[in-house]
C-alpha cells in the first residue's frame, strides 16, 4: 500500500512521474518570469509519510456490525486508505495534501460488495446517525467525496464494478455504480454486435458510472449524445426512507421524473446502485473528422451557434478554442512563427485573434459525411479556413494525457486549476469577457477558454488558468482568487456549474443559483428520504 501525501493527489497512477515537456517549460519561464531553479526542485512534494490526527471515532461495536455486513477485509481505518478517501481531485484539496492537511477524513472505509451491503449499511448508519459519503472514481473536482462530519466512506468500486446486463432490443445497458469509463467502454465495444456508451468526459479513465450519474457529467461527445442525465433511463437508488427504483420507459408523463431528482444529487439522498443507460452501435470506421480556423472569436460563436439552430444534424465533438487557448496549442504543437504560422497571418488569420474549431459526427457513413458537409458551409460563410481532420484527431490523441500535467505544474509552483459555466448565446460573448477580464486582472496570468458542450440555446464556457502561486499564502491567496472567478460567472448570468457538479465547494453559492422556493423543495426532499442527515453532509448545501 503506498503511504505518502503524493500518492494521493496524483493523477493516475502514483508511481509515474509526469515531465514538463521542454517547450512548456521554455513558455513558464518567458510568460512567468521563472528559472531552472524553479524547475530544480519540486513545491510542495508532498512526500511525508501520512499520519492522521484524527483518530476513528466509530465505536467498536459500530465497526463490528459494519464488519458483520461487508466482512472485515472490506472495512478499513488504516490512515492511508482514510486519508485517500478524505479527498478528490479539487485544487485546494490537492494544495491541502502537498502541506500535509487533511481536515476531514472519514473514521472508516467501506467496500459493500452488492446492494444487499448498501441495504444493511444504511439502515445502521442511519440508526446510529453515522454519516455516510459514497466514493467512486477520485475525480470529482467540487468537494464531493470529502466527509466533512467523519464517519464511512462508502467505496463502491472494489465489488459493485459490473455490467449486469445488456437489451440489445431496447438498445441499453445496465450497470452497477463502481464500474469505471473504461472497463465499460471496452465491455460494450466488445459485445456481440459492438457498442459504445457514447460518455467521454476527460476523467473518463478514472471516473465510474455512478459518478458521472449523480454529478450531472458531460463527456466530449455530448454536443450529439447528450449529457449524463439525457442517456440515463432509471436507477435504483437506497436512500435511508427506502429504495427508490425507477422504471426504463423510454419517456412517460407520471408526474415529476424521479430519475432527474437522483441524477444531480451527489449522494445527498441516497446511494445509486444500479442504473440503466442508453448505448448506441460502436462505429468508428463512420466517424467523420474536420476543422477550421476562424479570424476571431465572435464568428466562430456565431458560426457555431448556426449550426446547432440550422436543423440539419448535430457533431458529436464540436469545440472552440479561444484566442487564447489557440495561440497556447499553436505554442505547444510547436507551429507559433513556423512558416504555416506566417502564412495563416498574411491570410488575416492573426495570433491571438483567430480561433480553432474541431468537429466529430459520429453514426451513419451517409449521415457523418452530410453533416460535416453543411458545417464546412456553415463556417466558409463566416470566413472560416478548413483545416482538415489532422488537428481534430490529434487533439483526440491527447485527450485524456492533458489532465496529468497539473501536478508537474504544481511543483513548480504554477497555480493549476479550471471552472467551467453553461451561458445562454445571448450572455455568452458579454461572460467570456468579464470573466476573462477577472482572471487576466492577476498578474502572469494565463486564461484559456473553451466551448465544448453546445445547444440550441446555448453553450458550456470552461476556463483553464496558469498563474504562479503565491509562495507562502497558497490557500487564502486560491480561495480568494477563485471566489471572485465564481462570483463574476454568476454576475454574468452563467451557471456555477454545467457539468462538473456542486459539492461543498460551489454549495455556498447556491441560494443565489436558485431561488428561495427551490433551495426548500430540495431541503423538504433531503428531510424525507435522509430525515437524519447522514447522506454526504454538505453537498449541494443540504
Known sequence: MYGNYRHIFKWGD??????LKDHVVHFAKEHFGMTDADFANKHLPGFDTITL????RLSKASLGALKKIVGAENVSTEDFERAYHSAGKFYLELLKLRLGVIDNPPDAVVYPRDEKDVIAIVRLCNAKRIPITPFGGHSSVTRGVEPVKGGISLDLTRHMNAVIRVNEINSTVTVQPGMFGPALEEFLNRYKAGYTCGHFPQSFEFSTVGGWAVTRGAGQASTGYGKIE???LSMRTVTPAGIIETKDYPAAAIGPDIDQIIIGSEGAYGV?????MKIRTYRPQNTSHTSFVFKDFKSAVTAMRTVMQAEFGK??????????ETEMAFRMGGKHGGLGDKVLSLLGYKPMQRCLMFVSVEGDANYTKFVVGKIKDVASDFGALCTGAGPTKKWLEQRYSSAYLRDPLMDAGILADTLETSVSWENLNQLWSEVRDYIKARPKTVCMVHLSHIYENGANLYFTFLTPMNKGDEVRDFVQ?????????????????????????LAPWMPKEHDTASIELMRAIKKHLDPKGIMNPGTLGL
Request: aromatic letters at 4%; proline letters at 8%; hydrophobic letters at 30%.
Open 14 to 19: 502514483p508511481s509515474h512521474e509526469e515531465q
Open 53 to 56: 490526527k484524527k483518530r476513528p
Open 230 to 232: 439525457d442517456m440515463v
Open 272 to 276: 445509486v446502485t444500479e442504473i440503466t
Open 315 to 324: 457533431p458529436h465533438l464540436f469545440r472552440i478554442s479561444d484566442p487564447e
Open 481 to 505: 482568487f477563485h471566489k471572485g472567478i465564481v462570483d463574476t460567472v454568476h454576475a454574468n448570468h452563467g451557471s456555477i456549474s454545467h457539468h462538473h457538479g456542486v459539492g461543498k465547494m
